[in-house]
Nanobody
């Protein structure tokens, strides 16, 4: 079992940056791929970014490519989402996830463990 706790959300203005963190406890974090998803009011949870075990490959949604960066520090059992050039459309609850997605990193069902979410609100 892996327990994930996100932090770093908040209210920012368009163009600002935020860094989300997700600390894991429990089973060996380095054995899992990690991902970030988000859910805006009235919308389905959508993929944002993913990072394979050992940080070999990254995946990004087209909407955040070039603005967001995903990273991990296995020594600290922590994954990060650096978000730059934020826009109003990025407003959502952000969730971190961990699992063994094999080849499908985009679908939420590919991940076994989830955090409780952290709110990110971007004002114009």
């Amino acid at each position: 079992q892996v327990h994930l706790v996100e932090s770093g959300g908040g209210l920012v203005q368009a163009g600002d940056s935020l860094r989300l963190s997700c600390v894991a406890s429990g089973r060996s974090f380095s054995n899992y791929a990690v991902g970030w998803f988000r859910q805006a009011p009235g919308k389905e949870r959508e993929f944002v970014a993913a990072l394979t075990r050992r940080g070999g490959r990254t995946y990004f949604a087209d909407s955040v490519k070039g603005r967001f960066t995903i990273s991990r520090d296995d020594a600290k059992n922590t994954e990060y989402l650096q978000m730059d050039s934020l826009s109003v459309e990025d407003t959502a609850v952000y969730y971190c996830a961990a699992g063994v997605p094999y080849s499908d990193y985009v679908r939420p069902v590919s991940y076994d463990y989830w955090g409780q979410g952290t709110q990110v609100t971007v004002s114009s």
